[in-house]
């Protein structure tokens, strides 16, 4: 609680073992009003996990890693039930990913609200936040 009062603290991503599931829903029930409590090895962008995390109320938001599940049909499987319950959801990449910026195409598409790429110093990261730049010029062309 301390932290929250002293620092801008607007998410805190694993807390506790991915089988800690008391803990994490005791930590969501008194610190989530005041954040996310962003689940990622606890949920691993399976559905069933994300299903069981809203069940006990262990998180109120899910981090989604595409490759993490393995196609994106389930990706979007995985979004739509963290929509669907309410949860945030943050699309992210794995480290030692490719340049490839698709992720960015993912985030404007769906209904996630936030993306994780890391900082910009690598060229797996710069393609993302470059991509999301080219995302905008077109829809402020379109929008104005």
Do not use: C
Not at 15 to 24: G, N, V
Not at 70 to 85: C, K, W, Y
């Amino acid at each position: 609680m301390e932290w929250y009062k002293k620092y801008s603290v607007i998410s805190v991503e694993d807390p506790f073992d991915q089988e800690a599931w008391d803990s994490w829903s005791k930590f969501t029930q008194e610190y989530g009003k005041m954040g996310m409590v962003v689940g990622d090895d606890l949920l691993t962008t399976n559905v069933e996990r994300i299903k069981m995390g809203i069940e006990k109320k262990a998180i109120n938001t899910v981090l989604i890693k595409p490759n993490q599940i393995g196609t994106i049909s389930e990706t979007l499987q995985a979004i739509r039930v963290a929509e669907d319950n309410g949860l945030n959801s943050i699309i992210s990449h794995r480290s030692g990913e490719t340049n490839d910026s698709f992720i960015a195409d993912l985030v404007v598409g769906t209904p996630s609200k936030f993306a994780k790429f890391g900082g910009l110093n690598r060229g797996e990261r710069l393609s993302k936040y470059n991509r999301l730049l080219e995302i905008e010029k077109t829809l402020t062309k379109i929008l104005t």
